[in-house]
């Protein structure tokens, strides 16, 4: 197994007991490890092939490679997570998101799910929905984060922003302003305890 993961699952187990002891500082120092780990993953992830269009149980089924894949109809966001879930227990560096058939106002739909959360967003379609670019993909996971991060203040509590942002961890995991935003309120939570 490659070191993201062993890093990426030991961070994931004490995120969980920091926040049960409210321990912020130990809390952010998981954090920080799990960043690292999720930054090597996605850098990984970008092996100089362009993006893996997937409609099919099958062709999710014979991946044997790091790589980004793009789930599209008939394949749905629970297939997307349960693909990057498998995946990631097998220690591939991979990114994977749905899109789901474009609306009426020729927008594509991006989907992805956590363990408790679902998150989507619109953006436009890529010029060939058949190859979509590294760049239009790139922006697909930033847009899902973002989606993520500014609803964060419209919560009233730090405790609630935490926990609202640590439940998206699973479904946007390779956002890196996520867990910039995390640590933010880590270091105000540990300032109003001192």
């Not at 922003?161 to 540990?190: E, F, M, P, Q, R």
Request: aromatic residues 6%; neutral net charge.
């Amino acid at each position: 197994m490659t070191q993201w993961f062993k890093d990426s699952r030991l961070s994931k187990t004490k995120i969980v007991s920091a926040r049960k002891c409210k321990n912020w500082k130990q809390l952010k120092q998981a954090i920080i490890v799990l960043q690292h780990a999720q930054k090597e993953r996605v850098s990984s992830s970008k092996n100089g092939r362009r993006i893996q269009v997937l409609e099919e149980h099958e062709a999710c089924d014979a991946i044997s490679e790091d790589g980004r894949y793009l789930l599209r109809p008939p394949l749905v966001g629970r297939d997307a997570a349960n693909l990057q879930e498998s995946l990631d227990k097998r220690g591939f560096s991979t990114v994977v998101l749905c899109r789901e058939p474009k609306t009426q106002f020729d927008l594509c739909p991006i989907v992805t799910l956590g363990e408790t959360t679902t998150v989507r967003t619109q953006i436009e379609e890529p010029t060939n929905p058949d190859k979509p670019t590294a760049g239009w993909f790139d922006f697909a996971v930033s847009e899902l984060g973002r989606t993520v991060v500014d609803k964060v203040d419209t919560l009233a509590t730090n405790d609630r922003k935490l926990d609202y942002l640590l439940g998206h961890l699973t479904a946007i995991s390779s956002y890196d302003g996520l867990y910039d935003a995390i640590i933010v309120i880590c270091d105000t939570l540990n300032d109003s305890n001192e």
